[in-house]
């Protein structure tokens, strides 16, 4: 029985969807377990593209249970519109997706306010995605949330809602300049898709702990990244979740000991998109290459993705941080068509090499990355490629020399966007 996490090691948008859309097959229950509709899980198969934000990923390749955990926040409109266009594509949702009743709800209020909080923030902006994130989870620890099983009581959900719009609205308007809002408008903007979703509303831990008494394989998925994460990330340029394994367990109800495999996935470059430090960006012709190459767009938003070589310092943090003891690398053909590859090996912050991540981003941002240079592979490819020793000489000392230095193996390379394009090592 393997209890697996997937976790982004970097700052999200590693190719996790697919990653978890392979696995999945092998999972009996597949967990999201924080975030919300800011993560955008892209996956490719039989000549379809699908952009999940909330459903889990296992959705269209396992048969098992896909869960929403208590730990991811939640927008029903969103939700409902997903449900529409995976049943729309043939699959059944009903009776295989479940929401847990302590998540909580994000309502149009947090959107609204996510946005005018951005734009007060001036230059020190996170570029966060509009999706309401952040305010969700203000009021999950401030204690004036909507959980999904209150939506089971319509009269309890609409007083909640008068009531937070109200002490809301003096703030919107004098702080924000923002309009009021009307809370019998929010009440009916959602109300069909409170409908919609309600029979998917259960206790999911009571479900999980069962599942676990009977020993049944689960693959807990995470969206957004280490370095986004809330406490361990870039801080304020963060998410406000905990997409770190131990938030797996806070956001689902699976105990730490239940554990088995703690997967992280790294792109073979990096990407961050939004604003914060970014050690190894190369905001020039080179990250335009990878861009292009990589088609780098967010699957949330569209905006172009800001691009740069793999940074090892920030990849053995992630590795430390999770408890990795696997990995998947992702992206690989991108590289196909560079001379030189280089990775960030260190950093210097003022005048000192460190070979940490420092934690203030202030620091972070004024470090001077320090590379180490490998010769590519230009003229040949890793597309496509499905046994690793197919793959160039020059790519695999590049993925056998990350591998060495991070002391754990790529057990996942992923050599295109379609389930098929993986080279799978060392483990089954
Ligand atoms: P929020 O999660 O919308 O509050 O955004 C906070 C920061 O996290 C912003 O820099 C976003 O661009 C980034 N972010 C949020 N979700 C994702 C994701 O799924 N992939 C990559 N970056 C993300």
Redesign the pocket.
């Known amino acids: 029985m393997s209890i697996r996490v997937i976790v982004g090691a970097q700052?999200?948008?590693e190719g996790k969807g697919k990653i978890v859309d392979v696995l999945a097959k092998e999972a009996q229950h597949v967990i999201r377990y924080q975030?919300g509709a800011?993560?955008?899980h892209t996956l490719k198969f039989d000549d379809k593209e699908v952009v999940l934000h909330l459903i889990p990923s296992g959705i269209f390749s396992s048969s098992g249970t896909c869960i929403i955990g208590n730990g991811v926040v939640v927008d029903p409109i969103a939700l409902q519109e997903e449900i529409k266009t995976v049943e729309a594509m043939g699959v059944e949702v009903k009776d295989r997706l479940f929401i847990s009743d302590a998540a909580h709800v994000i309502l149009p209020y947090h959107k609204v306010l996510?946005k005018v909080k951005e734009t007060q923030r001036g230059k020190y902006a996170?570029?966060?995605?509009?999706?309401g994130?952040?305010p969700a989870y203000v009021s999950k620890v401030s204690r004036v949330g909507l959980r999904m099983g209150d939506l089971l009581y319509p009269e309890f959900t609409k007083a909640k809602i008068r009531e937070v719009v109200d002490e809301m609205n003096p703030s919107l308007e004098t702080l924000y300049q923002s309009e009021r809002l009307d809370p019998e408008a929010i009440i009916a903007q959602v109300e069909d898709a409170v409908e919609a979703i309600k029979p998917y509303i259960r206790n999911t831990t009571h479900f999980l702990h069962k599942a676990l008494r009977r020993q049944e394989s689960m693959l807990l998925e995470g969206?957004?990244?280490s370095m986004?994460d809330v406490d361990h990330g870039t801080y304020p340029?963060?998410?406000?979740s905990s997409p770190t394994s131990g938030g797996a367990c806070t956001g689902s109800g699976v105990p730490p000991t239940a554990l088995t495999h703690v997967m992280g996935i790294t792109k073979a470059y990096c990407t961050?998109?939004?604003?914060?430090p970014f050690p190894s960006e190369e905001d020039n012709e080179t990250g335009e290459a990878l861009r292009k190459a990589g088609h780098e767009f967010?699957?949330?938003?569209g905006?172009p993705r800001r691009c740069g070589w793999l940074d090892l310092v920030a990849l053995r943090y992630a590795v430390e941080l999770n408890g990795m003891n696997e990995l998947a690398l992702t992206k690989l053909d991108v590289l196909d068509g560079f001379e030189t590859i280089k990775v960030c090996t260190a950093y210097r912050l003022d005048g000192k090499e460190i070979d940490f991540v420092p934690l203030r981003a202030d620091d972070l941002s004024r470090v001077e990355p320090l590379y180490q240079e490998f010769t590519g592979w230009k003229g040949q490819t890793t597309r496509n490629v499905t046994q690793w020793d197919e793959l160039p000489e020059s790519a695999q000392t590049y993925v056998n020399w990350i591998e060495e230095q991070l002391g754990i193996w790529f057990t996942f390379v992923s050599t295109g966007p379609k389930r098929e394009e993986t080279i799978r090592r060392f483990s089954k």
């Open positions: 700052w999200g948008d975030g800011n993560a955008g996510d996170i570029g966060t995605t509009g999706r994130i952040g969206a957004q990244g986004l340029f963060v998410t406000s961050r998109v939004g604003n914060g967010g699957a949330t938003t905006r």
